[in-house]
């Protein structure tokens, strides 16, 4: 199966699991659940709320115990949330202010999820391989999160 119609049936589960249901944190937690159980190659897939202006929380995840807060503009998902684009991130050791939760991680993936126009909270999503995330990846989860905030 190509990555676009795997994505394109990832959308489609999101859709199903969150179909109806209002709770931001359930859809968070299946969500991260499908992504952790389909995803190959990955060691970490999650979210990060905004919980002030300056400052992201931990949201439910899949994976090893996780940084609890990130100040917006520092690391991958400070990044995401302060300049409101997609960061991905082919070695995480050459980003500047990357932030080391898991020693494991070496390459990252981050989209900004919107609520009334502002950065409601990030998708995250680590892999244990340098390179493992590319422009259909982008794709595939920018449309994932679409699906999300469809439902916020």
Not at 37 to 45: K, R, V
Not at 77 to 101: N, P, S, Y
Not at 120 to 134: E, Q, T
Request: contains cysteine; negative net charge; charged residues 20%.
């Amino acid at each position: 199966m190509s990555k676009q119609k795997f994505y394109q049936s990832l959308v489609k589960q999101t859709e199903s699991l969150i179909n109806g249901e209002s709770n931001v944190i359930a859809n968070m937690a299946n969500i991260s659940a499908l992504l952790f159980t389909s995803l190959e190659d990955i060691n970490w897939a999650g979210f990060y709320l905004m919980d002030s202006p300056d400052e992201l929380v931990l949201g439910p995840f899949q994976g090893n115990p996780a940084c609890i807060r990130i100040p917006v503009g520092k690391g991958v998902c400070g990044t995401a949330a302060k300049t409101q684009e997609t960061q991905l991130v082919e070695d995480v050791h050459a980003f500047a202010g990357h932030i080391a939760c898991d020693a494991a991680s070496n390459s990252e993936i981050v989209v900004p999820i919107f609520k009334d126009g502002k950065v409601f909270a990030v998708l995250d999503i680590d892999s244990p391989s340098v390179g493992r995330f590319d422009i259909e990846d982008r794709t595939g989860l920018e449309a994932l999160v679409k699906c999300f905030e469809a439902n916020l």
